[in-house]
């Protein structure tokens, strides 16, 4: 009987549901799964870091945009200004010493001169234009006022008798030079440059050498350098001509010329 009792136990025993074994691919498993919820979470990262770069390019490459349209729009009005002051000098010149119509002109051209004047000192920077009429003086002024004399050794000379200049010849000579010197140092990483101020009989002559980079611009290209064109319209707009030679690894000469008639007062007098 007993073994029959037996014999029933183990029966039910074998009949019995057992628990399942563990798996050895479990942890493997987990850390599979792991890995991939990592990666997601890596790949959503960064792209949601591309998004904001691109935000961040956009709303700056906009700003400089806006700032160039800005620089373009003032620097129309300010040449339109120097126009218009060029075409009184011309007619103030043509007539005598004694005429009527004269001092009322040169009261116009002073009153021109003095709404210059704030142009002059914001193409310099802060502070009080200090030097009169003397461009040589100008630009070794501006080159202190940047803090530029100790990247490089910037020489400004002066050859001829000072001769007393016009108010739009001034601040568009003042301001070619100052963006080819800034060309030098910034873009063309030069250690020298010089600067002369020729006051000649026939004009004013303005050259800019430097030892920098150079560049190389294929003839007829239709894209050139922005602080290139910058100078040429300063120069187109006042009649004036510039040339630019500059040799790839052999430093780069600018040379800006402007008649006796639109670059002196009293030019009829030598």
């Not at 979470?41 to 998004?51: D, E, I, K, M, Y």
Request: charged content about 20%; glycine content about 8%.
């Amino acid at each position: 009987m007993l073994s029959g009792i037996k014999s029933q136990a183990e029966a039910c025993a074998a009949q019995a549901p057992r628990a399942p074994e563990a798996d050895a691919r479990t942890p493997l498993l987990a850390v599979v799964l792991l890995a991939l919820a990592a990666a997601l979470c890596l790949r959503h990262w960064r792209r949601v870091q591309r998004l904001r770069r691109a935000v961040r390019d956009s709303h700056r490459e906009q700003w400089a945009q806006n700032e160039a349209s800005a620089y373009r729009v003032h620097e129309g009005l300010v040449q339109s200004l120097v126009g218009v002051v060029m075409q009184i000098h011309a007619a103030a010149a043509r007539l005598p010493q004694d005429h009527p119509q004269r001092p009322p002109l040169e009261r116009a051209l002073a009153r021109a001169d003095r709404l210059l004047t704030p142009e002059r000192r914001s193409a310099d920077g802060p502070g009080e234009w200090p030097c009169g009429d003397d461009l040589g003086t100008a630009l070794s002024h501006a080159a202190r006022c940047l803090h530029l004399e100790g990247e490089a050794d910037v020489e400004v000379i002066s050859v001829g008798r000072h001769r007393p200049m016009q108010a739009a010849a001034l601040y568009t000579a003042y301001r070619i030079a100052r963006e080819a010197i800034l060309n030098a140092l910034r873009h063309a990483q030069a250690s020298r440059v010089t600067v002369a101020v020729i006051y000649g009989p026939a004009g004013l002559s303005v050259r800019i050498r430097d030892d920098g980079t150079g560049f190389y611009l294929p003839q007829g290209a239709s894209r050139r350098p922005q602080g290139f064109m910058r100078m040429q319209g300063l120069a187109q707009r006042l009649a004036g001509s510039l040339s630019v030679l500059s040799i790839l690894g052999g430093g780069t000469a600018v040379e800006f010329r402007l008649g006796a008639g639109l670059a002196y007062q009293n030019s009829t007098s030598v």
